[in-house]
């Protein structure tokens, strides 16, 4: 079993759909050993293309053994077609499993310099990767700056887990188990459209309150948890409309992006979108105060520390919970609870309290202040709670949990349908 909470299965028919594996060279490649036997046993048509580092950690008779077809590794043939094109033609779905940093560079670079990277390139179909690399590389800046790319074209990512890596180290990077990425695979084929014609509203990033000109207060929120939302929310289908606080992240293509700095701003783009909106998720950390006055010109160092009152915020959230009819009937409220815990336990009771003070349908509580979990990385440990009870979800990219979220929200729309 994968982290409780997962999306694990679908019903999707892949009997006769043609699958390339990419298989890259990483300890991991194992494992895509029983991907591949997996989908061939589902009635898939499973071409394996591997690297030459690949051939180090698995056999390309393990994989042809189990899917029947031989392995393709060479860029050039001796047929009419040039093997890429081969491969990538009709292709259903592309799965990259490992994706090792190496393989994420050279995708986001659009490079063409081995048969795997030159099939992705050639593709048309939805590709799934599973990233797969040791702790120091996934939290690389470069390789988040790679992904970042990936995602903006719609590359759907799998894991990775936290576990036991290569060289006996324990971190950030064991790729997925291959029950999640056949999960994921089917999930891509399928394209679970169970948002469609549903109108989301996601908040991400964090508000800026204005002190002076130059200077705020503000918080370290990225925006990686909304916008990761706001991705599997359009991707299932949901018409999103994405409000957010500044960020450097790239613009998610297919959603309706607002812009905004303030929690002032926030509330009013919020309120705009709420009559419509099926789901409202805020995942955004808004400052809870903000000073009464800020100075139209930047405060003098030299005329000492200014003396700023604050006053609170409008709390959005508890604004849209306990006012039912600024919403659409029927529509799922979600809100988000960062919290400093000592355990998990103490995540749990804390979402079930912020259920019930906010008035939201679901909590999503994370930890933060962790250097694995909450602002500014990739990753989340946190529990979902709902009137039926609080999920942990544990340590999960935040892909995973955006999936695991939507899930839930798709559940709920549907007990109201
Ligand atoms: O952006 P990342 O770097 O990926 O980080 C993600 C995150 C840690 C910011 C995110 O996962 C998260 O926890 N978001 C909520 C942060 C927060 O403001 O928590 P809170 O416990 O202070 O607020 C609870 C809820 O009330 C939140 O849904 C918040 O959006 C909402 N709120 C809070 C204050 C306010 N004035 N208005 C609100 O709507």
Known sequence: MGPQGVRHSSDVEVGGKKIVLAVSGGIAAYKSVHVARSMTQLGA???????????????????????????????????????????????????????????IARMAAGLADDLLAATLLTVQCPIVIA??????????????????????????????????????????GRMAEPHEIVAAALDAIGHAQDLSGRRVVVTAGGTQEPIDPVRFIGNRSSGLMGFAIAHEAARRGAKVTLVTGPNTLIQPPGIEVVDVHTADEMRDAVLNGAADADVIVKAAAVADFKPVDHADKKLKKAEGPPEITLEPTPDILAELGAHPELRKPGSVLVGFAAETVEDVDQLKALARHKLEAKGADMIVANEVGTHDSGFGVRTNRAVIATADGVVD?????????????????????????
């Open 45 to 103: 048509d499973v071409r394996v293309v591997m690297t030459r580092s690949a051939e180090r950690f698995v056999g390309d008779q393990t994989f042809a053994g189990v899917t029947g077809n031989a392995v393709a590794k060479d860029l050039f043939g001796d047929g009419p077609d040039a093997p890429h094109v081969e491969l990538a033609r009709g292709a259903d779905l592309a799965l990259v499993a490992p994706a090792t940093a190496n393989s």
């Open 131 to 172: 990233p797969a690399m040791h702790a120091e590389m996934w939290a690389h800046p470069a390789t988040a700056a790679n992904l970042a790319t990936l995602a903006g074209r719609g590359v759907i990512q799998v894991g990775p887990n936290s576990g036991p890596l290569m060289s006996g180290d324990t971190g950030m």
């Open 393 to 417: 979800v544990g340590l999960v990219s935040k892909e995973a949990l955006a999936a695991a979220l939507v899930d839930r929200v798709v559940a709920f729309l549907a007990l109201r349908a």
